[in-house]
C-alpha cells in the first residue's frame, strides 16, 4: 500500500495499519453465553492488487460468509471502509482505475448490505477519509482537500448534496470523532503545529477548544459509547526512547488520566459497549488489560495485540496481530476475531483481509 508522504509530517507514528468487571483471580470476568451472540454478523475485505471483495461472514464460524461486493480500482490503492451503527450501509472509499491522485481524485461510496448495491455519492475525495457515522446511520464523514487545505464534510445516506463542516488552518490535519446529523455538531481532533487538540465544532461557528492532548503526536483516538469519555495515545518525541502511552479523558470533568507505564508500550484502545475501556500493549508483558488493570484471556503467543472494536453484545473483539515483539519491529499483521473465553478466530487463510465493522443482531440483511 503506497503512503502520502505529507501525512508523516503529522503522524510519525509507530507502522502499525491509522472492559470486564474484576475477578479475583485477576483476569476479567466473562458473562454467560447469549445465543442472541450468534446472530450478529460482521463484515471484512480482502484485497487482491486492483479488486477488492466485502463479505459478510458469521463471526462464529467465518467461513460461513455471503459476497456482497466486488470493487475494481487503482491496482495498490485500497480506500478506507466502515458500517453504519445499524448495519444496513457499508461506507468506503475508492480510487477508479484511471485516477492517479489519492488525495484528489477518490470516491465515496455507500453500499446496502441487504441489496448488495453500491452507489457513488461524492467524488474528488481524499482517499484515507475519516469514515464516521452519525448515531442513526443518515450522515457519515468523509474528507477532502482544496489545494492543501483539508476539509471535513458530511455526507447524507440519501444520496443528497453534503455539507462542508470543518476546514484546517495551513497546515492543520482534522479527524473527526463523532457527527450528529448533517449540520450538527462535530467534535475532532486537529493537529497543529502546536501539538495536538481535542474540540467542537458547528457549521458557521468557531471551533471550541476542549482538551489539548500532547505537545508530541497523537493517534488511536476513540470515542466511549456514551460520549463522555475519550482515549487516546500520545508519544512524547523528546523522550530518548520515545514510547505511545494511553489517556483516559473525562469529556464532563475535564480531568486526564494515565494509564500505568508499567503496561508496556500501548498499541491501541477499544471500547467495551458497557463503557469500559480495553487497551492493547507491546514489548515485554505485551497484553490486552481493562481500563482497570484486569487482563483478558488471549491466546499465549509470541507478538501482541492491537485492539479494533467490540462486537454490539461484547462477545467479540476484532484484534489486528503482528508477529513481531515491539511496536518499531511489529513484524507481518493479519485481523482476527478474538472471544470473551481467549480463542483466537481466523477470518479468512488466503488473501489479506482487514476488519470492517459489525452488523447488529436483526439488522435487514444480516443473515448469511
Known amino acids: 500500500m503506497k503512503t502520502r508522504g505529507d501525512y508523516r509530517r503529522w503522524l510519525p507514528m509507530i507502522p502499525l495499519l491509522a472492559l470486564l468487571p474484576l475477578a479475583a483471580c485477576g483476569h476479567a470476568q466473562l458473562p454467560a453465553a447469549a445465543p442472541a451472540a450468534a446472530l450478529e454478523s460482521f463484515i471484512f475485505s480482502a484485497e487482491d492488487g486492483a479488486t477488492t471483495r466485502f463479505w459478510l461472514a458469521d463471526p462464529a464460524k467465518p467461513s460461513v460468509r455471503r459476497l456482497l461486493l466486488v470493487v475494481e480500482h487503482q491496482s495498490g490503492w485500497a480506500g478506507v471502509a466502515d458500517v453504519s451503527p445499524d448495519g444496513r450501509t457499508v461506507a468506503f472509499t475508492m ?35 475519516t ?40 497546515g492543520e490535519r482534522i479527524f473527526p470523532l463523532s457527527l450528529n446529523g448533517p449540520s450538527g455538531q462535530l467534535l475532532e481532533v486537529r493537529l497543529s503545529e502546536h501539538g495536538v487538540d481535542l474540540q467542537r465544532t458547528r457549521q458557521g461557528a468557531l471551533p471550541e477548544q476542549l482538551q489539548h492532548l500532547s505537545d508530541g503526536t497523537a493517534r488511536g483516538f476513540a470515542l466511549s459509547p456514551g460520549g463522555e469519555r475519550f482515549a487516546y495515545l500520545a508519544t512524547d518525541q ?88 515491539t511496536a518499531a519491529q511489529p513484524g507481518s499483521a493479519r485481523d482476527a476475531l478474538l472471544t470473551q473465553r481467549g480463542k483466537l478466530v481466523s ?22
Open 131 to 170: 469514515l464516521v457515522w452519525a448515531p442513526d446511520g443518515g450522515v457519515v464523514t468523509y474528507q477532502r482537500f482544496d489545494g492543501q487545505q483539508q476539509q471535513v464534510w458530511a455526507q447524507p445516506a440519501s444520496g443528497e448534496v453534503g455539507t462542508q463542516l470543518s476546514t484546517a488552518g495551513a
Open 238 to 325: 523528546a523522550e530518548a526512547t520515545p514510547l505511545s502511552r494511553a489517556f483516559l479523558l473525562d469529556l464532563k470533568a475535564s480531568s486526564v488520566q494515565a494509564l500505568p507505564d508499567g503496561w508496556g508500550e500501548m498499541v491501541g484502545v477499544a471500547w467495551e459497549p458497557n463503557g469500559v475501556l480495553v487497551a492493547g500493549s507491546a514489548g515485554t508483558g505485551a497484553q490486552l488489560r481493562t481500563e482497570a488493570g484486569d487482563r483478558l484471556p488471549s491466546p499465549t503467543t509470541r507478538g501482541f495485540f492491537q485492539p479494533l472494536r467490540w462486537s454490539p453484545s461484547g462477545h467479540y473483539l476484532a484484534v489486528r496481530v503482528f508477529s513481531g515483539d
Open 95 to 129: 480510487l477508479p482505475r484511471d485516477e492517479r491522485d489519492p488525495d484528489h481524485g477518490a470516491r465515496l461510496q455507500l453500499l446496502d448490505v441487504r441489496s448488495r448495491q453500491s452507489r457513488t455519492v461524492a467524488d474528488g475525495i481524499d482517499l484515507r477519509s
Open 347 to 368: 477470518i479468512a487463510d488466503t488473501l489479506p483481509v482487514r476488519f470492517v465493522g459489525w452488523v447488529p443482531a436483526g439488522a435487514p440483511g444480516a443473515s448469511k
